[in-house]
């Protein structure tokens, strides 16, 4: 049996359980919000644990995690409440020990991991990049208006992004969402207080274009995008121009960058993930960030690389 | 790494060769433009060689025209210079699909009498993933609102759905509307013959309702090969450079219930009453058609849009299973499109056509 833990909206869930279909494999997909049962039983004549732990061939944690909160409990409490709150803390100790158990008794036959998305952090990444000889962006985090002032006086151009996920704020007068990457100059600082809420900032580097990179076990697939042509999207990717795409295509990383980007993720401990990189204009590569559950599909249907196909095909082969 | 500036095409925008003109078909954006035969042949033959060497190539007598063909290129986003053209593969040509048969048209009207459940469910047996129901005559909005319901009980892979509908006071707009916002298969309504202009609304998320004045009243509306109908995209192309882009994995009931590659082919593999959809689908020759590339095709072979034409191999050129689309008005060795398509004599084999099926089989 092979399971696949995702989100409903996934294509890339949809696409790679189509395959798994045509080759007949039993494959179960568990969605992040469906209440599971399971049963954790630990005693001195050992362990055993039944629920989504046992009876797999391969497991992969696309996107999200199992969910052991009863529907009734789930739709009663409001996530606001301090109650859930607690709830979803005891929950976590269930999820941490049914992946850790999982990872040891499948081996190497499971891929993703929530917790990897949920202790993913920008600045550890950044150092764990550097140690293995990546170029990185000059990086500085702080809540005092004097260092970023003197960070933003050092580095001239400096862009500010979320430390960690996207802010989605719903609220009464409308969703508050952050605004990517963006650039920030000493004007911006004239409103802020002399301290704050932990700011991330980095010296903007500049782009001949920017690379995505999707390693899923032992491949990696790049693609280049060549945001530089567009105003909308020079600093940010993300600010997606509908009517002109920015131009995506197949990119072939250098070996020398593909084994250091092999070795931060053996680092990181991640066995897939999405890379960000900026290929500068004189030739240099810059780590930016990692993504451990980040999209893939754009990736996949711009570079003609039916990821889907290979994902099903390592699943069956493996 | 040579220091040599390198131009290459995006890898999305591919040159495609006719007898007359070239063209750059571009698969990101969806549009083609016109190319001199001169940069086609710097783009293919000189593909990777560096700005300098391109020059050389032709002794250094064309270097303006060969800087204006690249600037032009790059400030038109088809282009672009790099120092190491190894780091950017071409596109590759894979086209795969997990299951043969993935669109299926059903066509229906007043005196069709096949099993529609009994198709719809086949389809499903098969992942037929597209699934087109034309109706030809009026119905009631009752009838496919019950079909619709049908579907939500069965597992079924068909997650794109397409209905083609009369508009008629049995059948309206506002039904349109409602069966878009409640059935999450259903993808697109058209009500053909509609009053006014033709016109598309998003009911909700990527669910389409379209009204076009033109009344689609038989099989015969099809295969109409017109620029504004070609598939400009990865997925259509790549199909085209393997297969032949109309029937490569599709299956049709006709009106009759007879089972054909599309519903205008001459060819039956039986009835829907007494084969199964599974059955006919595997028949080698069925399958035969869908191996027609248009490089097979006469004249469609010289065309530079072979591979982002839609085609069409039920109405052809003296009706030779090679012969170009009868429906198509371009001459690739003139590069000129007629301003009449051969109308009268498609109408004569519509006719010869419509009075063999309605003979009995």
């Given at each position: 049996m092979i399971t696949i833990v995702s989100e409903e909206q996934d294509i890339m869930t949809d696409l790679t359980m189509e395959w798994l279909a045509r080759r007949k494999t039993p494959t179960r997909r568990i969605q992040n919000y469906e209440p599971q049962t399971f049963r954790i039983e630990i005693d001195n004549g050992g362990s055993s644990a039944a629920g989504p732990i046992s009876g797999n061939s391969h497991y992969w944690t696309r996107r999200g995690k199992e969910n052991y909160i009863p529907a009734t409990i789930d739709h009663h409490?409001?996530?606001?409440l301090p109650v859930y709150r607690y709830l979803e803390q005891d929950e976590l100790v269930v999820s941490s020990y049914v992946e850790t158990k999982r990872k040891q008794q499948l081996n190497h036959h499971d891929t993703g991991s929530f917790f990897a998305e949920k202790k993913n952090n920008k600045l550890i990444n950044l150092e764990l990049a550097k140690s293995v000889h990546l170029l990185i962006p000059p990086t500085c985090v702080t809540n005092s208006k004097k260092v970023l002032a003197q960070f933003i006086r050092r580095h001239k151009q400096v862009i500010t992004k979320d430390l960690c996920a996207p802010v989605y704020l719903p609220g009464d007068k409308g969703t508050l969402t952050s605004s990517g990457v963006i650039s920030i100059g000493l004007?911006?600082?004239?409103?802020?207080?002399?301290n704050f809420a932990a700011v991330f900032v980095q010296e903007n580097i500049s782009k001949q274009f920017e690379i995505r990179c999707f390693l899923f076990r032992k491949t990696i697939f790049s693609m280049a995008i060549?945001?530089?042509?567009?105003q909308q999207t020079?600093?940010?990717?993300?600010?997606?121009?509908?009517?002109r795409p920015n131009r995506c295509v197949p990119f072939q990383l250098p070996p020398s960058i593909a084994s250091k980007l092999w070795k931060f993720m053996a680092l990181a401990e991640l066995d897939t993930g999405s890379i960000d990189l900026i290929y500068t204009p004189e030739g240099e590569f810059v780590f930016l960030e990692v993504n451990?559950?980040?999209?893939f599909h754009w990736l996949s249907e711009n570079c003609n690389y039916y990821l889907e196909h290979f994902i099903a095909d390592s699943f069956t082969n493996a | 790494m040579s220091v040599q500036p390198t131009y290459l095409l995006y890898a999305s925008c591919v040159p495609v060769s006719g007898a007359k003109r070239k063209i750059i078909c571009d698969l990101q954006r969806n549009g083609y433009v016109p190319i001199p035969d001169g940069l086609y042949e710097i783009l293919t033959r000189?593909?990777?060689?560096s700005h300098k060497d391109i020059k050389a190539a032709y002794e250094n007598k064309y270097d303006q025209i060969i800087d204006d063909y690249f600037k032009m290129l790059v400030q038109h986003e088809f282009a672009f210079a790099c120092t190491?053209?190894?780091l950017f593969p071409e596109l590759s040509l894979d086209w795969k699909a997990?299951?043969?048969?993935f669109n299926a048209i059903l066509d229906r009207d007043n005196n069709s009498a096949y099993d529609l459940r009994s198709a719809v469910s086949q389809l499903s047996g098969i992942n037929c993933k597209y699934l087109q129901l034309r109706f030809f005559d009026p119905i009631d909005g009752a009838a496919l609102t019950e079909l619709l319901q049908y579907f939500e009980t069965i597992r079924s892979a068909t997650i794109g759905l397409e209905v083609l509908v009369p508009a008629a006071p049995g059948f309206t707009s506002t039904d349109a509307r409602k069966l878009l916002s409640t059935?999450?298969?259903?993808n697109k309504i058209t009500l053909h013959g509609s009053p006014g202009e033709f016109s598309i609304e998003?009911?909700?998320?990527k669910r389409f309702l379209i009204s076009m004045?033109?009344?689609?009243?038989?099989?015969?509306?099809?295969g109409i090969i017109d620029p504004e109908l070609f598939s400009i995209n990865i997925k259509a192309f790549t199909e085209a450079k393997k297969f032949n882009?109309?029937?490569?994995?599709k299956i049709s009931v006709d009106r009759k219930g007879f089972i054909r590659n599309?519903?205008?082919?001459?060819?039956?593999?039986?009835?829907l009453d007494d084969t199964s959809l599974a059955e006919a689908s595997s028949h080698p020759d069925f399958r035969a058609r869908?191996?027609?590339?248009k490089d097979e095709v006469n004249v469609c072979r010289d065309c530079e849009f072979r591979y982002i034409c839609t085609d069409c191999?039920?109405?052809?050129q003296d009706n030779e299973?090679?012969?170009?689309?009868?429906k198509c008005g371009y001459d690739p060795y003139t590069g000129e499109w007629a301003s009449t398509a051969p109308s009268n004599r498609l109408r004569t084999r519509v006719r010869a056509q419509k009075t063999a099926s309605s003979s009995p089989a």
């Open positions: 409490f409001s996530e606001n004007s911006d600082l004239d409103a802020m207080a002399d060549f945001s530089q042509n567009d020079t600093t940010d990717f993300r600010n997606y121009n509908d009517a451990p559950m980040g999209q | 000189h593909r990777g060689k190491d053209p190894n997990p299951f043969p048969v059935f999450d298969r259903l998003e009911v909700r998320n004045p033109t009344s689609v009243d038989s099989e015969a509306h099809c882009s109309c029937l490569n994995g599309c519903p205008s082919m001459q060819e039956d593999f039986g009835h869908w191996q027609m590339t191999r039920a109405y052809t299973a090679d012969g170009k689309p009868l």
